[in-house]
């Protein structure tokens, strides 16, 4: 479903931030990615809907090539939902306007139908009976949620987390969490920058771990948890466990 092959990009001439990088996700895996701050995660997920270009190699997803420029850039991102870790959902607009808005702009959806899946995606966040609040109204949480729901809505085929849960109070973690688990056994291809460790063990059926822009270890979460292959992973684990 996605497919990295020699990618490499920079920033400038001289940051050299993602490193050859080789990479294949199934269609239904969960991938969580993990590393020091400032390794690439973000620039590694955001490259595949095309929010950072990349300079040498290929990207895929779901045999659209992303950096092909004769690839149409709202076809992508209808099939790649982005969570981000500010939720961004439009402030002026209510939960239900949030959701509805790419499916009826980009997918030309009629409003009673993209409101019908709106209405069945609050369900499964667990908001429904916050249609007509506007986000500055709703707990972080909350927030999360509708966002989930937003990227949702445009029935990608992939969905990614860029450290999803990292702004929200303790309290508010669990519930964001706890959607992205129930996305993950519908069987959404999901890949998760996150540090919620819980998490990867849980629900991931791979973790992988980038340090300095290189993937140091791809391996199940059992195997990265128990036995990490690199110093760098086991300096990491001791630091975050
Ligand atoms: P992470 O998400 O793992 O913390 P990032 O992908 O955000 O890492 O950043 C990787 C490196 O690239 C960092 O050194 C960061 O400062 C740098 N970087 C990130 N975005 C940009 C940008 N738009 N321009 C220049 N450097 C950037
Ligand atoms: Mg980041």
Same mark, same amino acid.
């Given at each position: 479903m996605i497919r990295f092959s020699s990618v490499n990009k920079w920033y400038g001439r001289d940051h050299h931030v993602l490193k050859n990088l080789n990479l294949e996700v199934r269609q239904g895996e969960v991938v969580v990615v993990c590393g020091p701050s400032g390794s690439g995660k973000s620039t590694l997920i955001r490259t595949i809907n095309q929010l950072e270009p990349i300079n040498d190699g290929e990207i895929s997803v779901g045999g659209i090539v992303v950096n092909d420029p004769k690839t149409d850039i709202n076809t992508l991102r209808a099939e790649v939902g982005f969570v981000f870790q500010h939720f961004n959902l439009y402030p002026h607009l209510s939960v239900l306007d949030n959701i509805t808005l790419a499916p009826i702009q980009v997918k030309k959806m009629s409003r009673s139908a993209a409101e019908k899946l709106a209405m069945e995606l609050l369900e499964r966040v667990g908001?429904? /009976?916050?249609? %007509? @609040?506007? +986000? !500055? /109204?709703?707990s972080g949480g909350q927030q999360q949620r509708v966002a989930i729901a937003r990227g949702l809505a445009m029935q990608p085929k992939v969905m990614l987390f860029d450290e +999803?849960? !990292? @702004?929200? %109070?303790p309290e508010m973690i669990g519930e964001v969490l706890g959607v992205m688990q129930k996305l993950a056994e519908s069987g959404m291809t999901m890949m998760v920058v996150t540090h919620e460790m819980g998490f990867a063990r849980e629900v991931a059926d791979r973790v992988l771990f980038l340090a300095d822009g290189e993937i140091l270890e791809d391996t199940t979460p059992e195997a990265f948890f128990t036995a990490p292959k690199t110093d760098r992973a086991k300096q990491f684990l001791r630091q975050i466990l």
């Amino acid at each position: 479903m996605i497919r990295f092959s020699s990618v490499n990009k920079w920033y400038g001439r001289d940051h050299h931030v993602l490193k050859n990088l080789n990479l294949e996700v199934r269609q239904g895996e969960v991938v969580v990615v993990c590393g020091p701050s400032g390794s690439g995660k973000s620039t590694l997920i955001r490259t595949i809907n095309q929010l950072e270009p990349i300079n040498d190699g290929e990207i895929s997803v779901g045999g659209i090539v992303v950096n092909d420029p004769k690839t149409d850039i709202n076809t992508l991102r209808a099939e790649v939902g982005f969570v981000f870790q500010h939720f961004n959902l439009y402030p002026h607009l209510s939960v239900l306007d949030n959701i509805t808005l790419a499916p009826i702009q980009v997918k030309k959806m009629s409003r009673s139908a993209a409101e019908k899946l709106a209405m069945e995606l609050l369900e499964r966040v667990g908001l429904a /009976n916050k249609r %007509d @609040a506007y +986000p !500055s /109204n709703l707990s972080g949480g909350q927030q999360q949620r509708v966002a989930i729901a937003r990227g949702l809505a445009m029935q990608p085929k992939v969905m990614l987390f860029d450290e +999803p849960t !990292s @702004a929200l %109070d303790p309290e508010m973690i669990g519930e964001v969490l706890g959607v992205m688990q129930k996305l993950a056994e519908s069987g959404m291809t999901m890949m998760v920058v996150t540090h919620e460790m819980g998490f990867a063990r849980e629900v991931a059926d791979r973790v992988l771990f980038l340090a300095d822009g290189e993937i140091l270890e791809d391996t199940t979460p059992e195997a990265f948890f128990t036995a990490p292959k690199t110093d760098r992973a086991k300096q990491f684990l001791r630091q975050i466990l």
